[in-house]
């Protein structure tokens, strides 16, 4: 028998996707990260080139591992041995087949909140990468762009910035200052209202908690 919370993700997660297929997002609810996983197989065909951003979400459920034990061409900005190269790959990952993300936060309503700290995600979920799987746990749903701007600033950024060792008012007291720091992990700003060409990006909602 369903928790209460899982009755929650499952209704939410339902009605989510019809409200993104308005928008033109293609659009999936996963029970679990494992059936996500499957899905975001089935959604990029091996031999494609994928690439993907710093996101917690995929890597906690083993997908960015799983892209390289498959058969996959993969620009991994995490085996960059300087930052020279890292930024080299970023690029690179800007002209992939498949760049895989979460989303920072989602509105009840379909539309995705996102801050960037130099914007390379940012950037590959506006325009580049052919396609855009975007992997996001219902703990990240908000009621409106407003709400999760404001989950974004006074809870995603700062545990990001502690994640990173970012030198910034928020790492220290975990509180944000809307800070100008030259670290800051706060500076492009994008909301996908909708998603043109039509299913170019593709959202799976997993009815878990993933990333924060
Ligand atoms: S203090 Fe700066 S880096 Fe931290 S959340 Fe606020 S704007 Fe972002």
Known sequence: MSTPLEMRNDLLGK???GELEKRNFEAY?????????????ALIPEGSSVSWGGSVTIREMGLTDAFHAKNYKVVDRDLA??????????????????????TNAITEDGVLVNIDGVGNRVAAMSFGPKNVVVIVGMNKVEKTAEDALTRVRTYAAP????????????????VCHNCKSPESICNQMLITRNC???KRIKVILVGEELGF
């Open 29 to 41: 609810y996963c029970k679990t990260s494992a059936e996500a996983m499957e899905k975001a197989f």
């Open 15 to 17: 009605k989510l996707v």
């Open 196 to 198: 043109r060409p039509a």
């Open 159 to 174: 545990v990001n910035s502690m994640r990173f060792m970012g030198k910034t008012p928020c790492a220290v007291d975990g």
């Open 81 to 102: 041995k300087d930052a020279d190269e890292k930024f080299e790959l970023q690029r690179q990952a800007l002209m992939v087949d498949c760049y895989v993300t979460s």
